[in-house]
């Protein structure tokens, strides 16, 4: 269960890392688009608050899903649930992150497609 912490922290070091690179790298009007659950819950937001909510969150999930899977309310799990969990979830949230910053540096570019564009 250590190393599943281990690659956790190195995932959200990950997402650190990805908001350093894209504050960089996109334009200061850019518009990180942060997502609630489906494509309809997906909202537009300054660079600034989309390059500090990412990471944010996957420390949020980190805390929260590190704090349950080593707490006794995982003790009847599987022991491969709880090893598999933290990594998971942070690989979830940083595809999700580095998707929106994707997103955001090839909006309104020539030859992007329209729903990129449009937001």
Do not use: N
């Not at 908001?19 to 334009?27: C, E, M, T």
């Amino acid at each position: 269960m250590v190393a599943s912490w281990v690659i956790g922290g190195v995932l959200l070091l990950a997402m650190l890392a990805a908001s350093g690179r894209a504050a960089a790298v996109l334009p200061a009007d850019a518009r990180i688009a942060i997502h609630c659950g489906s494509v309809e819950h997906c909202y537009l937001v300054s660079k600034r608050a989309g390059l500090v909510i990412w990471p944010a969150v996957g420390a949020v999930l980190f805390g929260a899903l590190g704090g349950i899977t080593g707490s006794g309310v995982a003790g009847d799990w599987v022991p491969g649930v709880r090893d598999v969990l933290v990594p998971a979830v942070m690989c979830v949230a940083l595809a999700f992150q580095v998707g929106a910053m994707i997103r955001a540096g090839s909006a309104g570019r020539p030859g992007t497609p329209p729903g990129l564009a449009d937001g």
